[in-house]
């Protein structure tokens, strides 16, 4: 099971503040339209609770991207359906959005915030992390058989005010990549 | 460095990849072979055009692309699966190839200049046409494998339900030797306790008349204690009673008798498969023969009001199944009702053809009830109490027998069943 001191806790949180943070605005840029976001949480998680997250989302699309390197994991982000529409019309989709377009958009959503969540998140800590193309993730069918035992989990919601747009990001590190993560964080507390 | 750099390029001239690198306004600064000849489009060289004028119909599709990889320093993709034909490029296949557009996954990479920002953008174009006809063909034939899956499902569930109506009409082919069998063991029996009875009835009316006479002769003759005597032990035995009560007694046993030999042939009849034969059957004997073999099923729960033509109805016919007919018809029509309910049973002779309608006043059926009677294994009943498997069996009897069907009902009212048999000429 992953442990996190207090300290540890905090410093992550604040990592995760100001990189969300980034990615909410490169969002807000390329839509020219504000995005809010929630402040990220961070948790520990069993594969359990992990399918009882997922399965709990069920009127979302999922889309999921993985990252190797320094760090491995992958980043799955859930997008409302009833918002498509909305950002599909900010982002020049043409519409009504047919199931290949929302699939479009849906990968285009995950690949702009995973990417901006991630680099965000890697920068500051200066560990690096390639991201793969983003596929489409129909979660019944996968997460059966996980090999792994707990995850750490770093969890924020965003959102444009007006519109019904609400798009979730989880970006799930694993066993491993959880002690590379922590060397420079205690490196941090420590100076 | 500038030889690295144009190793690099040479590399890229080369490459068996599409790629093209555009600037921030979209002109197009560098493209391989591979891209310029892949393109349907007839174009001269692409080097300096803006890709708005080369790909008029694209441009909306790629400026969004490369807005966001501009403006976020982040790769973008395209996929065959959502986007199958990006940019306008025949087939690698041209010839052997059973597509003639390339299906491509499009990857948009920022190119980022000493000051960590983006000064070009480069599009890779992978073919993937042979992995997309190979994905289509697998989804296919995995829709076609379905499609199959599907029918050998219902045609499992076909068979199943032949073999359960196989094993029902087994089950009542030995029922029917079975009561064959018993019918003829009783008969035995019934036949000499019938005899002895009719014996008995002539000795008894015969042991009377004799005391009858004896007792006026012994009125005249005989002392007057003696008669007293003769009267007092008459009269402690009840013997006048006797006397009136023993012909009656022996009267009831013989049609006591009589009515099981009837049972019992009406049992006989019904258990008759005549090798399953086709014959020319009497409609209305068949029809006493059930009502007969029901009559204790009857008795406690219906009135029958029972209309049958004088004539003959024939009916070229499987005895046992229209006996088997008739029996599920009934039954569940008794069951349908709550004592005393009225059965009506009514055969008419048409032109050239019978008509048959047994009708009950029973609580009826609503119209989802009526539209699944005839499905195998479909029951109102408590489980354990019908095999669901009774009207579903009629169905299959009037279609081996060329007849016609029409059910009706009404919930609380009833229901009534009319057959139409073609008429049989021996």
């Known amino acids: 099971m992953i442990n996190l001191s207090e300290d540890e806790r905090d410093a992550l949180q604040e990592i995760m503040n100001i990189s969300m943070g980034q990615a909410a605005n490169a969002m807000a840029r390329l839509i020219q339209t504000k995005v809010t976001l929630s402040v990220p949480a961070i948790r520990t998680m069993t594969p359990q609770d992990f399918q009882a997250m997922i399965h709990g989302m069920s009127n979302s699309w999922f889309a999921r991207q993985s990252f190797l390197g320094a760090l491995r994991g992958e980043v799955i982000t859930s997008i409302q359906k009833n918002g498509c529409e909305a950002i599909a019309e900010l982002m020049d989709f043409e519409l009504p959005l047919d199931l290949s377009a929302t699939e479009e958009l849906v990968l285009e959503v995950t690949n702009i915030l995973s990417a901006a969540c991630l680099h965000g998140f890697t920068s500051q800590l200066e560990l690096s992390a390639q991201l793969a193309m983003p596929a489409f993730y129909y979660p019944g069918k996968i997460t059966q058989g996980a090999d792994w035992s707990s995850i750490l989990l770093m969890d924020v919601d965003f959102r444009i005010e007006q519109m019904q747009f609400d798009t979730r990001v989880l970006i799930g590190l694993s066993e491993g990549s959880t002690d590379q993560l922590l060397i420079p964080i205690r490196a941090l507390l420590e100076s | ?426």
């Open chain 2, 1 to 426: 460095m500038k030889k690295n750099e144009l190793k690099l390029e040479h590399v890229l001239v080369q490459l068996p990849i599409a790629v093209c690198i555009i600037d921030e306004a979209r002109t197009i600064v560098f493209a391989n072979a591979a891209f310029s000849g892949g393109l349907t489009l007839r174009q001269e060289d692409l080097t300096g055009r803006l890709l708005d004028d080369v790909f008029p119909e694209q441009i909306r599709f790629l400026k969004r692309k490369i807005n966001s990889v501009f403006a976020l320093k982040n790769p973008s993709f395209s996929y065959w699966q959502q986007r199958p034909h990006v940019f306008p490029m025949s087939s690698s296949r041209p010839i052997t190839g059973d597509e003639s557009a390339m299906y491509q996954n499009v990857q948009f990479i920022p190119l980022l200049d000493p000051a960590d920002e983006v000064s070009h953008l480069c599009m890779v174009i992978s073919d993937v046409t042979a992995e997309a006809i190979y994905f289509l063909q697998q989804s296919e034939l995995k829709a076609a494998l379905e499609e199959e899956h599907q029918q050998l499902q219902k045609l499992h569930a076909e068979l199943k339900q032949a073999q359960q109506q196989m094993l029902q009409s087994e089950k009542m082919a030995s029922i029917g030797q079975l009561a064959a069998g018993v019918a003829h063991e009783i008969n035995n029996p019934v036949g000499f306790v019938r005899s002895n009875l009719e014996t008995m009835q002539d000795y008894t009316s015969k042991l009377i008349n004799v005391m009858e006479r004896q007792q006026k002769i012994i009125q005249k003759q005989a002392e007057p204690r003696f008669i007293a005597l003769l009267n007092d032990l008459y009269e402690r035995l009840g013997v006048a009673f006797i006397q009136s009560d023993l012909p009656e007694l022996i009267e009831e046993s013989l049609a006591g008798t009589e009515r099981v030999r009837s049972i019992v042939k009406s049992l006989r009849d019904f258990a008759t498969y005549d090798d399953e034969g086709w014959v020319g059957l009497d409609l209305s004997a068949v029809i006493r023969s059930a009502l007969a073999l029901l009559e204790n099923e009857i008795k406690y729960k219906a009135k029958v009001e029972l209309e049958l033509p004088e004539q003959n109805a024939l009916i070229w016919a499987k005895a046992a199944s229209i006996r088997q007919l008739l029996f599920n018809v009934i039954l569940n029509a008794l069951q349908a009702m709550q004592p005393m309910g009225l059965l009506k049973i009514r055969c008419t002779l048409q032109q050239g053809s019978i008509e048959l309608m047994i009708q009950d006043n029973g609580c009826g059926m609503d119209s989802d009830t009526l539209s699944r009677i005839f499905e195998p294994f479909f029951t109102t009943k408590m489980v354990g109490q019908g095999t669901g498997l009774g009207l579903a069996e009629v169905y299959n009897i009037v279609q081996e027998h060329d007849a016609t069907m029409q059910v009706e009902s009404q919930p609380g009212a009833g229901t009534s069943f009319r057959f139409c048999f073609k008429g049989f000429r021996g």
